[in-house]
């Protein structure tokens, strides 16, 4: 039976709501997992791993079709496997600049320029065009050296390393209840929308793409309305850039979808949604076939991928068909929301902007002595991370349920008032 609980060296057991940083979806020595990592066909796969890009294994597409295809969000039938979140940050945004120079000079059959070809190894243009990607403030996309310049939510993420001078807007700073503050806090995402467009149109590098967090989760936990990714999606394709949804932390079910966008009922798909973390693999999906690369070795490396964990994510999936699992989630996160409401109604002080109503278990709440908090909440058996400057943010895995929930409450409420 897959675990909810870790130990520490004293052998103390943690009930796990942080889940190795939002990464474990189906729980600790999941048998159906352990299964898949003993299975022949994953053993060739550690021991012969393959240089995808230029050798993929004879059954890599029928991997790639009933594991991390079979999940790909609506619209988007394509995928760029990676290694990590920061690569696929990464190569999705060169997919974006690929993309947007190829409409510049007239199709993908267009030769380059020897003075293309010339500049771009002096990091020159035309060859290294001035180009940008635009993020919001306090999102958090990796810490590469392109994704890092994107992310925005601590300055020790970022500090010593040279950046690229990319834009970055405001994101809404909601305040809460909601259903106390909605004319507020649309004028608030208006405003933010306004700047949005403004830099879009007046940065010296003008964006490709813009990219987004659903929930922006290193920098505090920060919500915004369907409204306001509908807004962001109509400047995106008025000035014909791209709109990279980033679902790193929120995708593969904690939101009671499988992928968080999902809630914002777009009437198109973005065009191109990041992964990681509960896949257990990376990448970015896409539907728009004028972002694949137009001659080899433009999008490549080594590896571009690992067969090991694309298997290991397809048994992941199939865990969650098996158990219901998004839905558990939905269910489990209205219960687990309630709970915290009665306690952010007790103690006010204690439990401030609670957030994430409706969105599974992926919720959050600002706290006065987070650091305090978070350190006590281990000596009454719970494992809970931070985010941001004060949030207190819950990552449980896809089978917390709601016995789960009660140990969790009566560990919080003992915590506070300890």
């Not at 940050?89 to 380059?112: H, I, L």
């Not at 089978?399 to 009660?406: E, G």
Request: charged fraction near 20%.
């Amino acid at each position: 039976m897959a675990k909810t609980s870790i130990a520490d060296l004293d052998g103390n057991v943690l009930l796990d709501v942080y889940c190795q940083i939002a990464s474990i979806p189906v729980g600790y020595n999941n048998p159906s997992l352990l299964l898949a990592a003993t299975s022949p066909e994953m053993a060739n796969a550690i021991v012969n791993r393959p240089a995808l890009g230029n050798f993929p294994p004879h059954d890599w597409a029928g991997v790639l079709k009933t594991g991390i295809l079979k999940v790909a969000p609506k619209g988007l039938n394509q995928v760029f496997t990676a290694m990590a979140g920061s690569d696929a940050n990464e190569t999705a945004y060169k997919a974006a600049f690929m993309w947007k120079r190829r409409q510049e000079r007239g199709g993908p059959d267009v030769e380059f320029t020897s003075e293309e070809m010339n500049s771009s190894m002096n990091n020159q243009s035309p060859g290294s065009p001035s180009m940008s990607i635009l993020s919001f403030r306090k999102g958090f996309h990796g810490r590469l050296f392109g994704s890092l310049s994107t992310t925005r939510s601590k300055p020790i993420h970022k500090l010593d390393i040279p950046a690229f001078n990319w834009p970055q807007a405001p994101f809404p700073s909601l305040k809460y209840p909601l259903q106390d503050h909605a004319a507020e806090n649309a004028r608030e995402e208006q405003r933010c929308l306004e700047e949005t467009e403004r830099l879009i149109t007046e940065w010296p590098l003008p964006p490709a793409a813009v990219v987004v967090e659903p929930i922006q989760s290193e920098g505090g936990d920060n919500h915004a309305s369907p409204d306001f990714f509908h807004g962001l999606q109509d400047l995106t394709k008025k000035h014909n850039i791209l709109l990279i949804v980033d679902e790193v932390q929120t995708g593969v079910g904690a939101t009671g979808k499988f992928w968080a966008h999902e809630h914002w009922n777009l009437p198109s798909p973005p065009d191109m949604v990041t992964f990681s973390k509960k896949a257990q693999t990376a990448g970015y999906y896409f539907g728009n076939p004028e972002l694949r690369p137009n001659r080899p070795y433009r999008q490549f490396n080594t590896w571009m991928g690992d067969p090991a964990r694309a298997i290991l994510f397809r048994a992941i999936i199939e865990e969650i068909d098996r158990l219901n699992l998004v839905d558990n989630t939905k269910r489990t996160g209205d219960y687990l929301y309630a709970g915290l409401k009665r306690l952010a109604s007790q103690y006010p002080d204690e439990v401030q902007n609670l957030r994430g109503e409706g969105q599974g278990t992926f919720i959050a709440w600002d706290s006065p002595r987070r650091d305090e908090f978070l350190k006590k909440a281990k000596s009454m058996g719970v494992n809970i991370g931070g985010s941001g400057e004060r949030a207190i943010r819950l990552r449980p895995m896809l089978i917390f349920q709601k016995h789960h929930t009660d140990i969790l409450l009566d560990a919080i409420e003992k915590t506070i008032r300890s």
